[in-house]
């Protein structure tokens, strides 16, 4: 079993908690609701997003989940 926990921001206390049966699953999902929480962001933005901007909001999200096994 995998887990995956996934904050809104740092200081998150209730972060959405999701288990999988394989890791490959739980990849795909973190990679799925990064790119939606991504994708929001930036068509939210009132500027333009660069390519250097949108690594940064990658890596921002990212640095938010964690994956374990369980």
Known sequence: MWKV???IDSLDPNPVVETFE?????????????KRRVD???EHSPYSVSEKDLAGLF???FSL???ERI
């Open 5 to 7: 926990t996934y904050a």
């Open 22 to 34: 394989e890791e490959y699953e739980a990849i795909d999902w973190l990679n799925d609701e990064t």
């Open 40 to 42: 929001h962001i930036v």
């Open 59 to 61: 890596e921002q999200e």
């Open 65 to 67: 989940s964690r994956i």
